[in-house]
Nanobody, 118 residues
Framework: QVQLVESGGGLVQAGGSLRLSCAASGSIFSINVMGWYRQAPGKQRELVAKISSDGRTNYRDSLKGRFTISRDNAKNTVYLQMNSLKPEDTGVYYC????????????WGQGTQVTVSS
């Protein structure tokens, strides 16, 4: 089992920035890929970004240039730097870890709320 603890969500004005963190513990030997998904009210959960243990990244096209994913392998932590936030970025952001860049991982965090006011 893998446990994920997220932090860093909150309320921010449009144009502002937030940094999310997700720390993994437990059976971390099974983790290759760490990433973030988000879910807005009434919408499906969607990929934000992923990063592999060797630094390869995969971003939702519409977020490239505003969001940056990074990780600290020594701390088993993944980060999401979100800049120039827009009201449509509002939602619950979930950390997700697994072993593939092309599908959702098996483990999810509890989610952290991001609210961007206009």
């Amino acid at each position: 089992q893998v446990q994920l603890v997220e932090s860093g969500g909150g309320l921010v004005q449009a144009g502002g920035s937030l940094r999310l963190s997700c720390a993994a513990s437990g059976s971390i030997f099974s983790i290759n890929v760490m990433g973030w998904y988000r879910q807005a009210p009434g919408k499906q959960r969607e990929l934000v970004a992923k990063i592999s243990s060797d630094g390869r990244t995969n971003y939702r096209d519409s977020l490239k240039g505003r969001f940056t994913i990074s990780r600290d392998n020594a701390k088993n932590t993944v980060y999401l730097q979100m800049n120039s936030l827009k009201p449509e970025d509002t939602g619950v952001y979930y950390c997700n870890v697994g072993d593939s860049m092309y599908s959702r991982g098996a483990y999810w965090g509890q989610g952290t709320q991001v609210t961007v006011s206009s």
